[in-house]
């Protein structure tokens, strides 16, 4: 599933939905985007909100 599928759907349900892997129809692996990922490592190695300003 796309990280845009996966938001249209938990923007229609208000939820996000089991998806069964298929294995047989290939390897299933995850990547982070770059920028997510700075910005989450921000948040865990800084302890501030997105902006640097320290709100949450």
């Not at 990280?3 to 229609?12: I, Q």
């Not at 298929?22 to 921000?42: C, F, M, Q, S």
Request: include cysteine; hydrophobic fraction near 25%.
């Amino acid at each position: 599933m796309t990280l845009k599928k996966a938001l249209e759907e938990y923007s229609e349900k208000g939820e996000f939905t089991e998806t069964r892997q298929e294995p047989e129809k290939g390897d299933t692996y995850y990547i982070i985007h770059p920028v997510l990922k700075h910005i989450a490592l921000l948040k865990v190695e800084h302890g501030c909100g997105v902006d640097g300003s320290g709100r949450n």
